[in-house]
């Protein structure tokens, strides 16, 4: 079976390096691989004779009694006709008569808590999600090496005896658009995509960590996208950009006359995106006050908004990001760890771009296809040097930055293309911009821009007063972070705003 590969639409196809499945043995004899744990009977679906051949003998090898079919609908006779005998399904995803989630589908109906694992010949962001999402114990790409193979079999086979009920989530909408937000088909990307495919219909609440700029808001976008509040809306907040005044208004809202400025009442994102998800990016920066107002909400699913006393229900998905060591903050006691355990009831960690180098063909063809639509470009590509020249590159600010030098390459040759030359100097341009103060690298909108247009959605057809409202938020965010780091010093804290003692009592509400 050595040189054969099968291809994602089960045509066989010669190769000598991607052999279909990978066995690898000791140097020494030809010794099986030590059993799994546990051992079970395995339906084996392939509908190429020669690979069910080799992943039955390895699966035997392993200890299983395996029974194959070419074909999924007499496999499925088979398993109803032998309810309780089968631990686990092996198949390919892509069959003559049904495809995975047809397979799926029909399983799952009679019996929910069956593992079925699936092997593909092109696993991909979308397909990948759905298998996981409708409830795959696992998804594996070929080349599979046998021993991986295995090793899941095996973990299938223990949870099926040990009676796990595995979640059943239910379909939902909006994966189309999901389709443009996350590429690659990396290793550590179809990881990544069954996580998504997981969590996605459930209601946990996900904490995703990862480096700044490795795409954790794209992830948290295709959480929401593949979930049951696909429909509502998505709302992002940048917890470490917004002061803190400004912050707890942004989640909570404020009431009439509650600080000087706010003039009508507000609603914050918590209490507007109700039926959706609220995306709370870099959560390790949110100050210790405003996580124990958030650790509340979170308990008694209950919103107030600033200066009032209504209490109203909280109906949204909470999703976090953050690229700081939470475990390290919370020992160094600057976060709190009840408000962690609240956020992370399922932890996803976003690989970094130098662990995904291989997909950077992928990534560079897809976003020189959106530049090239933006800048109007009748044609755009990247020659094979400058492919070599992306993958020899430190990209320590990760995807963000790949956009960026990207970006840059492009405008410098428009409709020529991106060679090496254009490519080494964009990335130095992209470099020093990044050294330069106050350089945003950043493609995500400036969080104040942000907070003065949906002032500005919230009081259309009222009278002005944004701009009072704006300066009475600073104002509180400054006084509160002065009169921390000078113990309170009230003649400091004037002294630092440049105001008398009488303007700061104001600014404070006090008349002491």
Known sequence: MDGHVVSGHGHLMTTPSAPALAVHRPASGFAPPTPPRATGRVL??????????VYATELRMAGHQVQTHGLARPALAALRGARGDFDCM?????????????????????????????????????????????????????PIRGEDLSKVVGEAVARRRASAQRVKISPAGGAGAARELLVGRSPAMLELFKHIGRVAGQETPVLITGATGSGKELVARAIHQNGSRAKADFAA????????????????????????????????????????????????DMPRPLQAKLLRVLQERKVRRVGGEEEVPLDVRIVSATHQDLPALMRENGFREDLYHRLSGYEIAVPPLARRLDDLPLLAHYFIARYAEEFDLRT???????????????????????????RRALMRTRNHGIDAAALEAAYADAAEALETPHANSSDEPDPLARWIEREVAARQGEPGGLREALIAQLDAALVKTLWTRTDGNRSRIAELMGVTRLTLRRKMGRGD
């Open 44 to 53: 084996l679906i392939e509908d190429r004779p020669e690979l069910a051949e």
């Open 380 to 406: 755009a590509g990247i020659d094979d040097d400058a492919l070599a020249l992306l993958r020899a590159k430190p990209w320590p600010g990760n995807i963000r930055q790949l956009q960026n030098v990207l």
């Open 237 to 284: 907040v940048n917890c470490a950009a917004i002061p803190e005044a400004l912050l707890e208004s942004e989640l909570f809202g404020h009431e009439k006359g509650a600080f000087t400025g706010a003039s009508a009442r507000r609603r914050g994102l918590l209490e507007t995106a109700a039926g959706g998800t609220v995306f709370l990016d870099e959560i390790g």
């Open 90 to 142: 092996v198949t390919d995803y892509m069959l003559p008569d049904l495809n995975g989630l047809e397979i799926l589908r029909i399983v799952q109906q009679e019996r929910p808590d069956f593992p079925i694992i699936f092997i593909t010949g092109h696993g991909d962001m979308q397909t990948t999600i759905e298998a996981m999402k409708h409830g795959a114990f696992d998804y594996l790409e070929k």
